[in-house]
Each structure stands twice: as C-alpha cells, then as structure tokens.
C-alpha cells in the first residue's frame, strides 16, 4: 500500500493550494483524513471524510479548507484557501484500517496507513 501526496508549495497568505493524495494498492470503503505536523508541535488532524463522503473540519481551517475524495481515480483532496501562515507545515494523508468507517473527527493512533508528507509554507 502506498499513499503518495502531492501539490504543496510556498504559497502567501492568503492564496490557495490543492493537496492530492494517490491511494495505491489499497481498495474498498475506509476512512481518510489529512493530518498536519508544524515543527516542535504535534500531528494534528485538520480534514476527514468518511465512508460516506461526508466531511468533518477542525476549528482551525473550517471555512477555508475542503476535503473531497475521487473513488474512481482512489484519490484524496484538500483544497485550501485564504491559507494563513499558521497553516504552515507539513501535510500527511492518512488511511484507516480496511472496511473501517469513522464519523466525524478520529486520532492519529489510529491511522493505518500514512502518505510520506507535503511541505506547505505559507509566508506573511
């Protein structure tokens, strides 16, 4: 199984970036979510979708990012608007264990997969 993310950059505050993550060799209904890591802080959970497609934000980016999956291409999205310089860090997509569907938001301990990450900078 391989998740590769894909579409960060450097960006100022403000402007827009679209994170893609490529699901390979893992099939079937799952939760994902996208997960942030600044330095010195924790990974934090910022967008999830269930089985069912139905998201779930955390307060931070709420209003400002979407997150949406593509079944056909096993494909995850994050749209990220009016990006602040606290969005600044390094973006992970994550998958849950096969046929394991969560609602709303849900720990990082309990990712199965994780994508290498995608550095978002976004300056002032």
């Known amino acids: 199984v391989q998740l590769v993310e894909s579409g960060g950059g450097a960006v100022q505050a403000g402007g827009s970036l679209r994170l893609s993550c490529a699901v390979y060799?893992?099939?079937?209904?799952?939760?994902m979510a996208w997960f942030r890591q600044a330095p010195g802080k924790e990974r934090e959970g910022v967008s999830f979708?269930?089985?069912?497609?139905?998201?779930t934000y955390a307060d931070s980016v709420k209003g400002r990012f979407t997150i949406s999956r593509d079944n056909a291409k096993n494909t995850l999205y994050l749209q990220m608007n009016n990006l602040k310089p606290e969005d600044t860090a390094m973006y992970f997509c994550?998958?849950?264990?096969?046929?394991?569907?969560?609602?709303?938001?849900?720990?990082?301990?309990?990712?199965?997969?994780w994508g290498q990450g995608t550095q978002v900078t976004v300056s002032s």
């Open positions: 979708i269930g089985c069912d497609g139905k998201p």
């Open positions: 060799g893992y099939y079937g209904w799952y939760s």
């Open positions: 994550a998958a849950v264990a096969p046929n394991v569907c969560y609602s709303g938001s849900w720990s990082a301990s309990l990712v199965k997969f």
